[in-house]
C-alpha cells in the first residue's frame, strides 16, 4: 500500500499538477492581451478636439473610461485606491493653445505598482496619442493657413515613426510567460519525486541501481514536458515554428539533468520529508532567478553568475524561443551543459552512496568484533 501511495504522489507531482496548472494558466491567459484597463480622465478643456480624444481612448479595447474627475489630482486618489490603473489628463485651454502653436501636453498617469498592467497600457497610449497628434495637426494646419486636406496630412507626416514588433506582435502574455512556467512546473515536481525516490533496503550495482532511476524520471519528465507543450500549442494556440527534433532533444537532457539533481539529493538526504523540503527551496524560485520574468542583465552580479549555472536557464528560453522565434541561439553549447550537469552529479551520487556503504558496513563489523565482559 505504501509503494502505491509512493508512485500516486510521483504521478501526481509530475503529470496531474503540472497539466492543470498548465490548463488554468493557459485558460487565465487566453484573451491573450490585457483589456479594459479602468481609466479616469480631466477634461481640462471641454471642446469637441478633447472629447474625441477621450472617445478614441474609450473606442479602443485596452482601456474603460470609468471616471471623469474634476481635478487632475483626483485621478492619483483613485489610482491610489485601485479603482483604476490609468489616468489621461486634458489640459486647460487645450484647443487654444494648440491653435496658437503653443504646444499643449496631454499628461498620461500610470499605477507603476502594477508593471505588467503599465506596460502594455503605455504602449496602447503611445499609438493611440500618436495618431490623435496627426489628426490634430492636420486639423490646425487646415484652419490656420487655409490648406486642403491632402496637403496639410503631407506635411504634418514628412517624417514617418513606425514600430514593428516581431515574433509576438499582439503582446500576447500565454506566448511569454507560459512556455517558461510549464516547465518550471514539471521541473518542480519532477525533482520532488526523484529525491525521495532512492529505496534505502534494496541494494544492486550502485551505477545501475542509480542509473534506473534516473532514467525513469528522465522518461516521466520527458513525456509530461511533451504533453503539456502539446496543450499549449493545440488547445491555447501557442505558436511552434521551430524543430521538433531540436525540441524533443532539448526536453530530454533538461528531464536527465534535474532527474540526476532530484537522485543526488535523495542519495544526500536520507529523510524524504527533509529531502523534498530541500529541492523545493532550491527549484520553486527558478523561473526568477534566471531572468525569465524578469532579465538576468538587471540583476545584481551575484544573481547574474548563479542563474546562468541553473539548469531551467538553459531550457526556458530556449523553449520560448524555439516555439516563438523557430530557433535556438546556442543549442549545442546548452545540450552539453545539460549533459555535464548530469555526469556530474550522477557521479556524485554514485560516490555518495558508495561511501556510505562502506560506512554502514565498517560499522557493523566493528559492533560484530567486540566482545562483552562478564564478571
Not at 512556455?179 to 519532477?190: E, H, K
Not at 507543450?229 to 524543430?243: E, K, L, M
Not at 530530454?252 to 539533468?257: D, L
Amino acid at each position: 500500500m505504501n509503494k502505491i501511495k509512493k508512485y500516486i504522489m510521483a504521478f501526481n507531482l509530475i503529470f496531474i499538477t503540472p497539466l492543470l496548472v498548465n490548463i488554468m494558466l493557459c485558460y487565465m491567459f487566453s484573451d491573450h492581451q490585457l483589456k479594459e484597463t479602468p481609466t479616469a480622465v480631466y477634461l481640462g478643456d471641454n471642446t469637441q478636439l478633447s472629447r474625441s480624444i477621450v472617445s478614441y481612448f474609450d473606442d479602443n479595447e485596452t482601456f474603460d473610461v470609468k471616471y471623469y474627475v474634476d481635478s487632475p489630482y483626483d485621478i492619483e486618489k483613485l489610482i491610489a485606491q485601485n479603482k483604476v490603473k490609468f489616468g489621461l489628463v486634458i489640459p486647460d485651454n487645450f484647443y487654444k493653445d494648440l491653435k496658437q502653436y503653443k504646444s499643449p501636453t496631454i499628461l498620461t498617469v500610470y499605477d507603476g505598482s502594477q508593471l505588467a498592467t503599465t506596460s502594455f497600457a503605455k504602449a496602447q497610449a503611445a499609438q493611440t496619442l500618436m495618431t490623435i497628434k496627426g489628426g490634430a495637426l492636420v486639423k490646425v494646419l487646415q484652419a490656420k493657413l487655409n490648406l486642403p486636406f491632402d496637403q496639410a496630412k503631407k506635411i504634418v507626416s514628412s517624417i514617418s515613426i513606425q514600430t514593428r514588433m516581431l515574433f509576438n506582435p499582439t503582446r500576447n502574455y500565454t506566448n511569454y510567460l507560459m512556455p517558461g512556467f510549464m516547465a518550471a512546473i514539471v521541473q518542480a515536481g519532477l525533482v520532488i519525486a526523484s529525491s525521495v525516490s532512492i529505496d534505502r533496503e534494496k541494494r544492486r550495482s550502485m551505477a545501475t541501481y542509480l542509473g534506473s532511476k534516473i532514467l525513469v524520471y528522465t522518461t516521466l519528465g520527458f513525456i509530461s514536458l511533451m504533453l503539456n507543450i502539446y496543450i499549449q500549442i493545440n488547445v491555447f494556440d501557442v505558436p511552434f515554428r521551430g524543430s521538433i527534433k531540436q525540441l524533443m532533444i532539448l526536453s530530454c537532457v533538461f528531464s536527465m539533468a534535474v532527474s540526476t539533481i532530484g537522485i543526488f539529493i535523495s542519495s544526500v538526504v536520507w529523510d524524504k520529508i527533509k529531502a523534498s523540503q530541500a529541492a523545493a527551496v532550491l527549484f520553486l524560485p527558478n523561473t526568477i532567478m534566471i531572468g525569465y520574468t524578469y532579465p538576468l542583465i538587471g540583476m545584481a552580479d551575484g544573481y547574474k553568475f548563479v542563474g546562468k549555472y541553473i539548469p531551467l536557464y538553459h531550457y526556458a528560453d530556449n523553449l520560448r524561443d524555439l516555439m516563438i522565434k523557430g530557433y535556438i541561439l546556442n543549442y549545442a553549447k546548452d545540450i552539453r551543459y545539460l549533459l555535464f550537469v548530469s555526469l556530474i552529479f550522477f557521479t556524485v551520487a554514485i560516490l555518495v552512496e558508495i561511501l556510505r556503504e562502506n560506512r554502514v558496513k565498517k560499522k557493523k563489523s566493528l559492533g560484530e568484533g567486540e566482545t562483552v565482559e562478564i564478571n
